[in-house]
């Protein structure tokens, strides 16, 4: 069982950073794929970024490339998402999300466990 709250989400104006926490309860963290996603007001919920459990393999969203990084600290069981140059469509709740294949994917439906997200806001 691994329990994942996000903190970090807030309002920015447009060309701001943020950065996201994911801190994760459950001693087999470590061992588990970590997802980033998002999702805006009457959309679906979309793959922003990954990161296999050795860290070694990150993913990323086309939207998101050269401007955010995923990255983990297994001895502190979190990972993070550095949010650079937003814009105001990456507007939206980000979630985080683990898969305990392991491996870094995109796929919603291969992570079980889910946070309970936390709001981003960018403004023009």
């Known amino acids: 069982q691994v329990q994942l709250v996000e903190s970090g989400g807030r309002f920015v104006q447009a060309g701001g950073s943020l950065r996201l926490s994911c801190s994760a309860s459950?001693?087999?963290?470590?061992?588990?794929?970590v997802g980033w996603f998002r999702q805006a007001p009457g959309k679906e919920r979309d793959f922003v970024a990954a990161?296999?459990?050795?860290?070694?393999?990150?993913l990323y969203a086309d939207s998101v490339k050269g401007r955010f990084t995923i990255s983990r600290d297994n001895a502190q069981n979190t990972v993070s998402l550095q949010m650079n140059s937003l814009k105001p469509e990456d507007t939206a709740v980000y979630y985080c999300?683990?898969?305990?294949?392991?491996?870094?994917?995109?796929?919603?439906?291969?992570?079980?466990?889910w946070g309970q997200g936390t709001q981003v806001t960018v403004s023009s």
């Open positions: 990161i296999s459990w050795t860290g070694g393999t990150t």
């Open positions: 999300a683990a898969s305990s294949l392991g491996s870094a994917a995109v796929t919603r439906s291969l992570y079980r466990y």
């Open positions: 459950g001693r087999t963290f470590s061992t588990y794929a």
